[in-house]
């Protein structure tokens, strides 16, 4: 069992309705991506308090599971705010380059905090329907909501890969760590591309399992929903 799917069967809320953490999970997303800045960040703070206090996960182990997620947060707000213009007070520590300057634009600035604040609300939100609501219970919702049989598929593979991307990472990486691994600066950029060379090999080893499963299964190309 994934440690996702743990917390997911033990935590607190276990026995509500689907339908209600789904709806509690919607109303979050729309919070996520109003335009209101202080909101986003109080439901930020409250649902991912409320997320450690029914899962009873510790927050050193909450927190590590944005580990695999905020590298590519912070590479949508570098491509944000980093630009070129021909103008030096545009930009924040400008860098000559020939006729031209490259920078952090000032005009972007607001947007990449709006979209980096966006994005940690909705990922927030959306861990706390993962850790509360257990899969068969979002299977439920999705064909009470008369969805495709094929999208229902895909969802669920997706969901399967993710999680098990996720672990894969926090073991390399504790591995890593318990190793020296991000002890300096030339070591942080040598670990990490043996992770990302490894979290790509599990990826592909872990297909490679689920395929054999099937085919000993006698797969025919449905999923038993």
Known sequence: ????????????????????????????????????????????????????????????????????????????????????????????????????????????????EQVALQCMTAIVCTYWFALTTPFIQILQVLKLLHLPRVMIEVTMLMYRFIFIFIDAFEQIHRAQRLRFGYDSVSLMIHSSGILAKMLFEQVIVNYQMMTKALDAKLYDGDFYL
Do not use: H
């Open 1 to 112: 069992m994934l440690s996702i799917d743990k917390y997911a069967y033990e935590n607190r809320l276990v026995n509500w309705s689907p339908k209600l953490k789904t709806l509690l999970w919607i109303v979050g997303m729309v919070l996520a991506f109003q335009p209101i800045q202080w909101i986003k960040l109080v439901v930020l703070f409250v649902v991912a308090g409320i997320t450690v206090y029914v899962t009873k996960v510790s927050v050193r182990r909450y927190i590590s599971w944005f580990y695999a997620i905020i590298p590519f947060v912070i590479l949508s707000v570098i491509g944000i705010v980093v630009t070129i213009s021909s103008q030096r007070s545009t930009l924040i520590g400008p860098i000559k380059i020939e006729s031209v300057y490259l920078g952090l634009s000032k005009v972007m600035m607001p947007k990449a």
